[in-house]
């Protein structure tokens, strides 16, 4: 019986982590060298995916060394013969305007914040620029982008 417990503890964790996945189609993150992102510096991840029955995010990984309150971002999408058929700015609250906290989970000084692209076309290619008329954002550790099934 004492040996029963834990391994039927372990199935079920490990079956609702997995649970907590089926609707991710992908995911993955770029981190930035010495922990700021430059002006130069063009994030970019491939994946095959529609617009429909899909949502995107982008994500970016901040510490409390972070200057502004927010992050603006201009995302540019490609089809699969490199073809621009999207961009767009967003504007990323990463820290309350009021109380100065950051916003998105984390713990200790480092905290992950994930927002809704509004993209409306089909894409292959999907690159990031910060757009904060600032050589370099100290504080950004990564950006990320994700694709969930509605």
């Known amino acids: 019986m004492n040996r029963i417990f834990p391994a039927l503890a372990l199935i079920l964790g490990l ?3 997995s ?3 089926q609707n991710r189609v992908f995911e993955d993150f770029q981190g930035m060298p010495a922990i700021r992102w430059t002006v130069e510096d063009t994030v970019t991840f491939e ?7 899909h949502t995107a ?5 901040y510490n409390t060394d972070y200057d502004y309150h927010n992050l603006y971002v201009r995302y540019f999408l490609e089809d699969t013969v490199s073809q621009a058929v999207e961009e767009k ?10 109380t100065g906290k950051p916003l998105g989970d984390g713990f200790g000084s480092t905290y992950t914040l994930y927002d809704t692209l509004p993209i409306e076309q089909n894409g292959q290619k999907i690159s ?12 950004i550790e990564a950006v990320g982008f994700k694709i969930t099934r509605n």
């Open 15 to 17: 079956s609702f982590f």
């Open 19 to 21: 649970a907590c996945d």
């Open 47 to 53: 994946t095959d995916w529609e617009a429909e029955g």
């Open 57 to 61: 995010f982008v994500a970016v990984r």
């Open 89 to 98: 700015l967003v504007n990323l609250q990463l820290f309350d305007s009021k």
């Open 128 to 139: 990031f620029v910060q757009y904060m008329r600032q050589k370099e954002l100290k504080g």
